[in-house]
């Protein structure tokens, strides 16, 4: 008996969820980058805990669908978040690190924008409307997280 059969998985739920969990952590970014702007670090903190939760939820997402043997994108879109987040839980969480102002900025943004990309694909492989909502949130996202800089 294969594990789909086992589990009786329904992947179009399934690939909802990602959907959600991928929209939830753009407007959760954003509200965390407005956080960042108001100078409110505890509710930043709170934000960047609830956002991993759910960084950690599309690993193991990913883990499910690698396992059911599902389109292998399906399972590659959603590493990069996933790794992002065990990332940021390291950096920030475990070691309390103030690594924004070195080098290792750089790869960790880029590790930020390939998981969150990564969610924007899997969203329109689920489906076309759902892609273009996930892209508007990660559009809100990022206009929050430059906003300071302009």
């Not at 753009?26 to 960047?48: T, W």
């Not at 950690?56 to 990069?80: C, D, Q, V």
């Not at 924007?120 to 929050?144: C, P, Q, R």
């Amino acid at each position: 008996m294969g594990l789909e059969s086992k589990l009786r998985i329904n992947y179009k739920r399934i690939d909802l969820i990602v959907v959600y969990i991928a929209n939830l952590i753009n407007i959760l970014m954003a509200f965390l980058f407005a956080a960042r702007i108001s100078g409110l670090p505890q509710v930043e903190h709170v934000l960047g805990f609830v956002a991993m939760i759910m960084g950690f939820a599309l690993g193991y997402i990913a883990f499910i669908n690698k396992k059911s043997k599902r389109n292998r994108w399906m399972t590659y879109l959603l590493i990069p978040i996933f790794l992002f987040f065990v990332v940021e839980l390291i950096l920030d969480y475990v070691l309390s690190l103030n690594f924004r102002n070195t080098v290792i900025v750089g790869p960790y943004i880029l590790l930020y924008y390939v998981g969150l990309w990564g969610l924007i694909g899997y969203s329109f492989k689920f489906d076309k409307k759902w892609g273009f909502v996930t892209l508007a949130t990660y559009f809100a996202n990022m206009t929050l997280s430059i906003l300071p800089y302009i």
